[in-house]
């Protein structure tokens, strides 16, 4: 079934063979969503060049820091069972870190949500990290048995700074919190209810090992490629291998309303993510980065695209996606280049196709009988404005002649006279009640901070 981005093929098979040439690069596996579908996906140049193995959607890269984005997952839900707090100090469950540095201030300053944005302060790397020497310290056990090496380097909330020992330490929190180990925990409640059957840490069983792709070191005054050192395998920071056909899952996945509680492939609840993608701080001066929870996101013109990109030696990968347009990228590259490039080129020319086509008109859903007492007008004195009680889009919204821009959806509760306000507002979380006199008739709403009168027609 045609789509609104299956005119703009064309032009997404040639932004990533152009990449892949220009680039230099052995090959690239790429992808498009749109809401819940993959619908566009191409492999161009080779996932093994000796061989002659075609890049393909179902080949296998590894997508490094973007496992980043599943272990804060895993953290998040957590948080939603009630198992742990996003503000507890990491060393509530990690009580090694007691010895920790703390020339920056106590450690207990170092907080689970501060790691999750790349905000806690905490060293780079675990001890002894040299990339170029292919060292790395993959074991947290190992890491916190020398926890008097590590620490803050600079006070938390200071600046953005990236954290791959803050992900690693995040990924023992989950083990200790559920009572599984990192990678068991993750498989259980993220890849397999949502169908990821191609993603995997290592060691990777032997069906999904035949489909890896062959690493490359970046070119250097040849075009002939020489094969990247394996690297070993490493865990919650970066540890995951991946394909275009499951990272597109994943992509749609972060699209996912709210379903209730967590169950089967709902993994998080709509606000949960929402609250993953939404920025807590600005990460530089000319305010077009800024870090959410497990994602950070690039403004580029009017758009703001959420992403994580992931790099580790002869790999490149990132997954980018705007919740606005539900549209989204996938590159991955078996080479030492930008993918952040090419799959912010691919989400652009398929947004630019999703906005330029015509709306779908949808039957809207019907109100509630309980409802028809509600909707009309009120007068908010103390602002001299109307506010209008609607229902649109499925909810009770309201809407104000002077503030074009607020537009609170009401959820109900238990008690028909009684709503909740949904997030993106001032008076989210706050109780809206209407009032009624004795023959049922509403005559007030209280809107959380003042009382608002409802204004009947004349007869």
């Not at 404005?385 to 009770?396: Q, Y």
């Not at 309201?398 to 949904?422: G, H, N």
């Amino acid at each position: 079934m045609p789509t609104p981005i299956s005119d703009a093929a064309s032009g997404l098979q040639a932004a990533a063979a152009r990449f892949v040439k220009e680039r230099r690069i052995a090959g690239a596996a790429a992808g498009v969503v749109h809401g819940d579908e993959l619908v566009w996906s191409a492999g161009v140049g080779h996932a093994d060049r000796s061989a002659s193995r075609a890049a393909s959607p179902t080949v296998l890269y590894r997508i490094a820091s973007i496992t980043k984005t599943f272990t804060a997952t895993a953290i998040v839900q957590l948080r939603d069972e009630g198992r742990l707090h996003l503000d507890d100090p990491a060393v509530v469950h990690l009580p090694e870190l007691a010895a920790a540095q703390t020339n920056a201030g106590p450690i207990e300053n170092v907080t689970i949500r501060r790691m999750l944005s790349h905000e806690s302060g905490l060293a780079s790397e675990p001890p002894d990290t040299d990339w170029t020497a292919y060292v790395y310290e993959a074991s947290p056990t190992r890491t916190l048995a020398r926890a008097s090496e590590i620490g803050t380097r600079i006070p938390p909330n200071r600046q953005e700074k990236y954290s791959n020992l803050a992900y690693q330490l995040l990924g023992e929190i989950v083990a200790r919190v559920s009572g599984r180990p990192y990678a068991e925990y993750v498989g259980a409640e993220i890849l397999r209810p949502l169908g990821l059957e191609s993603t995997s840490f290592e060691p990777l069983p032997a069906e999904l090992s035949e489909r890896v792709a062959t690493p490359y070191d970046a070119r250097f005054l040849s075009d002939e490629l020489t094969p990247s050192r394996p690297f070993a395998p490493v865990g919650a920071e970066g540890g995951l291998w991946s394909c275009v056909d499951d990272l597109a899952r994943w992509a749609s996945f972060q699209f996912r309303e709210d379903a209730g509680p967590r169950q089967r492939s709902q993994v998080l609840s709509g606000p949960s993510l929402t609250e993953m993608h939404s920025p807590r701080y600005l990460a530089n001066q000319e305010w077009t980065e800024a870090y959410g929870i497990g994602w950070y996101a690039i403004r580029r013109g009017e758009v703001v695209w959420v992403q994580h990109s992931g790099s580790l030696p002869g790999f490149s990968s990132t997954v980018c996606f705007d919740p606005k347009y539900r549209v989204g990228a996938i590159a991955l590259l078996n080479g030492d280049d930008d993918a952040a490039e090419l799959a912010m080129e691919l989400a652009t020319l398929a947004r630019d196709a999703v906005v330029a086509a015509p709306p779908e008109i949808e039957t809207p859903a019907a109100m509630p009988g309980e409802y028809e007492p509600l909707i009309g007008l009120y007068l908010q004195p103390l602002q001299g404005a109307i506010v209008r009680v609607e229902w649109r889009d499925g909810k009770l919204t309201l809407l104000s002649s002077k503030d074009m821009a607020w537009a609170p959806t009401l959820v109900p509760t238990e008690d028909v006279d009684a709503f909740v306000v949904e997030p993106g507002v001032r008076q989210s979380g706050e109780t809206v009640r209407f009032t009624r006199r004795a023959d049922g008739r509403v005559i007030s709403m209280f809107t959380g901070d003042q009382t608002v009168l409802r204004l009947e027609p004349l007869e």
